[in-house]
């Protein structure tokens, strides 16, 4: 099986040897990916809805894994228990949604726990709860895929809670990386806070939280 682009990077943050779990895994297409290239031995792939767990059913099915994937449905890891999982990818949802799971499952503080985030939206958001939550982000990995940049964030539990300036939220761990993808990504966010500055400039309302987060990126890409 070949993934795309965003969910071959994700690939490449887990763990080898580790129990996965794929939340809102639509048609398992990750987890299954694993197990066939030998790097997990187990997974279990839940979503909210029956439709997405349906197509994943015939995923597991075609390629031959029935025997190593448990499909559940779920809201987030609701239906999840501590020691199940080690390894938990949460792909293509909005960062606020993904924050509410982190918030409330309170197994996930355990040093033994692995996250790895891909959001569609609101990344600061995320890195936000993150951080006041005691994890600390230690990889960020920026792709390109069909024309448009995705940021995946991995994260473990350190029992450091901590509130962040909202430069560090919005940049996160991504200026630490030097690739081409990576300083496009930082170009992006440039962009879209050199526009939210002189729309507030220009309505006659605060920009200085946006005039610093400006600084901030421009500085990154020095």
Not at 77 to 106: C, Q
Not at 164 to 180: A, H, L
Not at 185 to 203: H, P, S
């Amino acid at each position: 099986m070949i993934l795309d682009s965003r969910l071959s990077a994700v690939a490449e943050l887990v763990r080898s040897g580790t129990r996965f779990a794929d939340i809102g895994t639509d048609h398992a297409y990750l987890p299954v990916s694993l197990l066939m290239g030998g790097k997990i031995e187990y997974a279990v792939c839940s979503d909210l809805r029956k439709g997405p767990l349906k197509n994943a059913e015939e995923t597991v099915k075609k390629y031959g894994v029935e025997d190593k994937v448990d499909l559940r449905l779920s809201d987030g890891l609701d239906a999840y228990s501590w020691g199940e999982v080690n390894e938990i990818a949460i792909a293509g949802m909005g960062g606020l949604l993904i924050s509410e799971f982190i918030e409330r499952t309170e197994w996930l503080r355990n040093d033994d726990i692995h996250l790895i985030m891909q959001p569609m939206t609101h990344a600061e958001d995320l890195r936000k709860t993150l951080y006041k939550n005691g994890f600390y982000i230690d990889k960020e990995v920026a792709v390109k895929d069909s024309g448009k940049l995705y940021i995946i964030i991995s994260a473990y539990f350190s029992g450091v809670f901590e509130t962040r300036t909202s430069s560090q939220c919005v940049i996160g761990e991504i200026y630490k990386n030097c690739d081409p993808v990576s300083r496009e990504y930082i170009k992006m966010l440039l962009k879209k806070y050199t526009v939210k500055c002189e729309m507030l400039k220009n309505a006659e309302k605060d920009y200085t939280e946006a005039e610093s987060i400006v600084k901030e990126l421009r500085q990154c890409l020095k």
